[in-house]
T-cell receptor, first 114, second 118 residues
Framework: GAGVSQTPSNKVTEKGKYVELRCDPISGHTALYWYRQSLGQGPEFLIYFQGTGAADDSGLPNDRFFAVRPEGSVSTLKIQRTERGDSAVYLC????????????FGEGSRLTVL | AQKITQTQPGMFVQEKEAVTLDCTYDTSDQSYGLFWYKQPSSGEMIFLIYQGSYDEQNATEGRYSLNFQKARKSANLVISASQLGDSAMYFCAMRGGNSGGSNYKLTFGKGTLLTVNP
């Protein structure tokens, strides 16, 4: 497909486990974002990549969260020692150029930590 | 820092009628952008409309229009001729200007759940 693809769509894990969430942006989009959306809230910024580098990771809540984008395309959000409070939908978005700055979102990965 | 406020947790509208979803914002940037996204139950965020802070005319996209009142810092979304498929969460968002490096990410409000009744 031509849109942003996220896998898995659903992930259930136990407290303390490690999880990885994958994002495949729209081809040619150099900017990639991760957002977290808790129930009843708007998306909250986590991290922004321009190319391969994390230009801004100020939204990551703590050092258990880490994200990479080694080849400037696919990105992986990694969460260590998961906690119940990490349960949320993790949204990935990408964009091209600056124009209006519109972000194109994937359908998200729903993470449930038991 | 930018802040978006959506004061309506939920709104109801009759099919074929118009509805206005409120959004106010706060920023110290001179240049900024305002967005509205729709999030149906499937979860995907769908871009609806964009308004630049220097745009003199209100943005329109089909049945969507943005009532931009810069002095009041409001950017309300107007949906005309509501359809059952418009039932969804609606989020107002803002992109900052160049100050403080905030011109690349969106800040979202908490959203408004719109229900269109037949």
């Amino acid at each position: 497909g031509a849109g942003v693809s996220q896998t898995p769509s659903n992930k259930v894990t136990e407290k303390g486990k490690y999880v990885e969430l994958r994002c495949d942006p729209i081809s040619g989009h150099t900017a990639l974002y991760w957002y977290r959306q808790s129930l009843g809230q708007g998306p909250e910024f986590l991290i922004y990549f321009q190319g391969t580098g994390a230009a801004d990771d100020s939204g990551l809540p703590n050092d258990r969260f880490f994200a990479v984008r080694p080849e400037g395309s696919v990105s992986t959000l990694k969460i260590q020692r998961t906690e119940r409070g990490d349960s949320a939908v993790y949204l990935c978005a990408s964009r091209t150029g600056m124009n209006t700055g519109e972000l194109f979102f994937g359908e998200g990965s729903r993470l449930t930590v038991l | 820092a930018q802040k978006i406020t959506q004061t309506q947790p939920g709104m109801f509208v009759q099919e074929k009628e118009a509805v206005t979803l409120d959004c106010t914002y706060d920023t110290s940037d001179q240049s900024y952008g305002l967005f509205w996204y729709k999030q149906p139950s499937s979860g995907e965020m769908i871009f609806l409309i964009y308004q630049g802070s220097y745009d003199e005319q209100n943005a329109t996209e089909g049945r969507y229009s943005l009532n931009f009142q810069k002095a009041r810092k409001s950017a309300n979304l107007v949906i005309s001729a509501s359809q059952l498929g418009d039932s969804a969460m609606y989020f107002c968002a803002m992109r900052g200007g160049n100050s403080g490096g905030s011109n690349y990410k969106l800040t979202f409000g908490k959203g408004t759940l719109l229900t269109v009744n037949p």
